[in-house]
């Protein structure tokens, strides 16, 4: 084992190192209540208090300690273990984070195309510097959420960034929903964003009655209800809903919300931050590849 004893280092064989006049005030500093957690804050204020080349023999001295008495460190997240865990969370956060922007600017250097034909629903000009493909899930909770962060982003962007809405559906009252919206989108594509929130705010509904749900929400909406009915057996739609289904898996999406940001994916529902960021990055790059 190893431990301070007035003021030194010691280590099992009884031998010390460390011996400095500032060490007392060190130790006295951080007040042995920490238990061995101190030894490691305390060898690491020495340690950068030395001289340079005597530091990084000290270093090398603590190292060796930690490698042969790991129950120090053991110790010490027993000790301090709610402090610990929060500054792994803390940096693992930050790594995922700056992986994620790495994945990001690769993935714009490689974009993925997906198919948007005419009459689909989207909010923001045709020929906005940024496009923002949406796949979603109508009973999907997080979709939810993304939903309105992606509005409030168009929103704080109207003349950069386009939002194109497509359907991840997996599941049958989800596929009932995804055809409801399209075709309700044929009528009013006011009325089919708002369908959408209706539709969102009711998930559950959704989920355990569907057309019973679904058709009360497009009535509340202002729907021609005559027009949806004969809409939701035209082939072409329930063909689009599969086909972009089917698009996201081919893109090897499994789960949703997922946004394309001008062909860059950005899995989840991530805060508006996130997305600002990536919009920003795409409309810069777009000015790069313009630039003669």
Same mark, same amino acid.
């Given at each position: 084992?190893?431990?301070?004893?007035?003021?030194?280092?010691?280590?099992?064989?009884?031998?010390?190192?460390?011996?400095?006049?500032?060490?007392?005030?060190?130790?006295?500093?951080?007040?042995?209540?920490?238990?061995?957690?101190?030894?490691?804050?305390?060898?690491?204020?020495?340690?950068?208090?030395?001289?340079?080349?005597?530091?990084?023999?000290?270093?090398?001295?603590?190292?060796?300690?930690?490698?042969?008495?790991?129950?120090?460190?053991?110790?010490?997240?027993?000790?301090?273990?709610?402090?610990?865990?929060?500054?792994?969370?803390?940096?693992? @956060?930050?790594?995922?984070?700056?992986?994620? @922007?790495?994945?990001?600017?690769?993935?714009?250097?490689?974009?993925?195309?997906? $198919?948007?034909?005419?009459?689909?629903?989207?909010?923001?000009?045709?020929?906005?510097?940024?496009?923002?493909?949406?796949?979603?899930?109508?009973?999907?909770?997080?979709?939810?959420?993304?939903?309105?962060?992606?509005?409030?982003?168009?929103?704080?962007?109207?003349?950069?960034?386009?939002?194109?809405?497509?359907?991840?559906?997996?599941?049958?009252?989800?596929? @009932?929903?995804?055809?409801?919206?399209? *075709?309700?989108?044929?009528?009013?594509?006011?009325?089919?964003?708002?369908?959408?929130?209706? $539709?969102?705010?009711?998930?559950?509904?959704?989920?355990?009655?569907?057309?019973?749900?679904?058709?009360?929400?497009?009535?509340?909406?202002?729907?021609?209800?005559?027009?949806?009915?004969?809409?939701?057996?035209?082939?072409?739609?329930?063909?689009?809903?599969?086909?972009?289904?089917?698009?996201? @898996?081919?893109?090897?999406?499994?789960?949703?919300?997922?946004?394309?940001?001008?062909?860059?994916?950005?899995?989840?529902?991530?805060?508006?931050?996130?997305?600002?960021?990536?919009?920003? $990055? *795409?409309?810069?790059?777009?000015?790069?590849?313009?630039?003669?």
């Amino acid at each position: 084992m190893a431990g301070f004893v007035d003021g030194r280092l010691m280590t099992a064989r009884g031998k010390g190192f460390m011996k400095r006049p500032y060490q007392n005030a060190v130790v006295a500093g951080i007040g042995g209540s920490m238990g061995k957690w101190s030894w490691l804050v305390a060898a690491a204020l020495v340690c950068t208090m030395a001289q340079p080349a005597k530091a990084e023999d000290d270093v090398e001295r603590v190292r060796k300690v930690l490698r042969d008495h790991p129950e120090i460190v053991l110790e010490a997240i027993r000790q301090q273990g709610p402090a610990v865990l929060e500054v792994i969370e803390t940096t693992a @956060r930050a790594r995922q984070k700056e992986l994620e @922007r790495v994945r990001f600017a690769q993935s714009l250097a490689k974009p993925l195309t997906p $198919v948007l034909e005419a009459g689909r629903a989207s909010l923001g000009p045709q020929n906005a510097p940024v496009t923002i493909v949406e796949y979603s899930d109508f009973l999907c909770h997080f979709c939810g959420q993304a939903s309105g962060t992606v509005k409030t982003l168009i929103e704080n962007h109207p003349e950069d960034t386009r939002l194109v809405f497509k359907h991840f559906a997996t599941g049958k009252n989800s596929i @009932r929903a995804a055809l409801y919206f399209e *075709a309700i989108n044929l009528q009013d594509p006011k009325k089919a964003w708002a369908f959408m929130d209706g $539709v969102f705010a009711r998930q559950k509904d959704v989920s355990e009655k569907g057309d019973e749900v679904l058709d009360a929400i497009a009535k509340e909406v202002g729907a021609d209800a005559k027009k949806l009915a004969e809409d939701l057996k035209r082939k072409d739609l329930a063909d689009r809903v599969a086909a972009d289904t089917k698009e996201a @898996r081919d893109f090897g999406f499994e789960g949703t919300p997922v946004f394309l940001v001008n062909g860059a994916p950005v899995r989840g529902a991530v805060p508006i931050e996130i997305l600002e960021e990536f919009v920003g $990055v *795409a409309a810069k790059a777009g000015k790069a590849a313009n630039t003669p």
